[in-house]
């Protein structure tokens, strides 16, 4: 049974400041998923990550996986008060496609950065 | 937003009623998903499809069954409603983002209250 640990699941920051969330999961897949969520709303896909050693950036989120050791970061550099959200990683179940593509998610990390 | 539509939006029913959730998409995707989203579980997998008249069970499938006559819709009915189904309801979808990278796309969520 795959299973997927987010720590920590409640992150204060302060604003400028720098941070990591971790995704660990238990057993082999070949691809890992990042979402942001806003209170009230759905999920956002923020990045795909398909081998080890991938690694993602977009503005002040970098993602990056080590498949060996099933670990997934999600880095925030210089927190704003924008990137205030809940977020999730997700493992995908065999190979892409359908079945193989069941999503089994962490918990989620809520995120509030203040000022 | 990839094309998805969820109804209703929120819906109030009680206790050993019938419940009926609609998920429809307009750009033809072959898989669609129905989790649920409760607090401190992250989503669960409720069922998906592969196909017109193509399902299967996920992680939580008891008391839930799924139908999809049309591509465009996936529809989720609880039988017999009970307080354990209050939740937010995700319809997904899963697309390609870019050459090869799949990803699940999700709508707007449905919440429903059980009493």
């Known amino acids: 049974e795959l299973k997927v640990e987010q720590n920590p699941l409640f992150l204060s920051m302060q604003e400028g400041k720098n941070y990591t969330i971790y995704c660990n999961y238990s057993?082999?897949?070949?691809?890992l998923y990042w979402y942001r969520q806003d209170p009230g709303k759905s999920l956002e896909s923020l990045f795909v990550l398909l081998s080890n050693g991938a690694v993602k950036q977009e503005g002040r989120l970098m993602a990056s996986l080590d498949t060996k050791a099933r670990l997934s970061t999600l880095h925030i550099t210089a927190a704003v008060h924008d990137l205030s959200a809940t977020y999730f990683c997700?493992?995908?179940?065999?190979?892409?496609?359908?079945?193989?593509?069941?999503?089994?998610f962490g918990k989620g990390t809520k995120l509030s950065v203040k000022p | 937003d990839a094309g998805i539509t969820q109804s209703p939006r929120h819906k109030v029913t009680e206790t050993g009623t019938p419940v009926t959730l609609r998920c429809h998409q307009t750009e033809n995707h072959r898989y669609m998903y129905w989790y649920r989203q409760d607090p401190g579980h992250g989503l669960r997998l409720i069922h998906y499809?592969?196909?017109?008249?193509?399902?299967d069970k996920g992680e939580v499938s008891d008391g839930y069954s799924v139908s999809r006559s049309k591509t465009e819709d996936f529809l989720l009915t609880l039988e017999s409603a009970t307080s354990s189904q209050t939740s937010v309801y995700f319809c997904?979808?899963?697309?390609?983002?870019?050459?090869?990278?799949?990803?699940?796309?999700f709508g707007p969520g449905t919440r429903l209250l059980v009493l």
């Open positions: 997904a979808i899963s697309a390609r983002q870019g050459i090869s990278q799949e990803t699940q796309y």
């Open positions: 057993t082999t897949s070949d691809r």
């Open positions: 499809s592969y196909g017109v008249k193509d399902t």
């Open positions: 997700a493992v995908a179940l065999g190979r892409a496609g359908g079945s193989q593509g069941n999503l089994i």
